[in-house]
């Protein structure tokens, strides 16, 4: 069973503060996503990584910035939070393997800015 | 440019009664459809999937999702809904050869007794 699993559940930090938000899958996953869910918005993607020490911008990237050192470890980094981003925070994993490209999630992190 | 709709926000339904959710999406070439559902305080996952073949999908807990290519829809059915199908759905679409998702809006679904 694919387990992903997000270091807080809930978080609340000060404006200007940076932010680690991390990620962990434990199945060996090629490919790591981060998305933000926002009620009438549904999940919008920050970023994503197919490799090790590789990513992507995603459709929303702006404010954020990611790291992958690791390939079971996928963390998003708010350089200087802001109240804008106020939001719940999804990570998800996916095999990579042809054929299969169901996304696994974990239970999300929901950062209040203040 | 690539999207997915859903068309109902906010659905109540009464145990036992029909559901259909609607989603559209707009894709060019091949595409892998999803449907995804977030129970209150659980996290995201599938319900089912069209990659190719039989547009007709069954998926777990009963629910099935017809693949109509002429229109673009995804729509997500089940004949007779329960209380625990209370939860909030979201339709997703792929181009077939990558894991990258666009997600819809989201259906909050609640289902009174």
């Known amino acids: 069973d694919v387990k992903v699993t997000q270091s807080s559940r809930y978080l609340v930090k000060r404006t200007g503060e940076k932010v680690f938000l991390e990620c962990v899958q434990d199945m060996d996953h090629e490919n790591m996503f981060w998305y933000r869910q926002d009620p009438g918005l549904g999940l919008r993607l920050i970023y994503f990584?197919?490799?090790?020490?590789?990513?992507e911008k995603g459709d929303i990237p702006e404010g954020y910035s990611v790291s992958r050192e690791k390939k079971e470890r996928f963390s998003l980094i708010l350089e200087s939070a802001s109240t804008n981003q106020t939001s719940m925070y999804l990570c998800a994993s996916t095999r990579g393997t042809s054929g299969d490209y169901e996304q696994y999630f974990g239970p999300g992190t929901r950062l209040t800015v203040t | 440019a690539q999207s997915v709709s859903q068309h109902n926000h906010h659905v109540i339904l009464s145990e036992a009664a029909s559901l259909e959710l609607g989603c559209n999406y707009s894709y060019g070439g091949t595409v892998n459809l999803f449907w995804y559902v977030q129970y209150p305080g659980q996290h995201l996952q599938l319900l089912l999937k069209?990659?190719?073949?039989?547009?007709l999908v069954k998926g777990i807990k009963g629910f099935e999702a017809e693949f109509i290519k002429s229109k673009f829809s995804f729509n997500l059915r089940k004949p007779s809904v329960q209380w625990s199908d209370t939860a909030e759905y979201f339709c997703?679409?792929?181009?077939?050869?990558?894991?990258?998702?666009?997600f819809g809006t989201g259906t909050r679904l609640q289902v009174f007794p």
């Open positions: 069209y990659f190719s073949g039989d547009p």
């Open positions: 997703a679409a792929g181009s077939y050869n990558t894991d990258k998702l666009i």
């Open positions: 990584s197919y490799d090790v020490k590789m990513k």
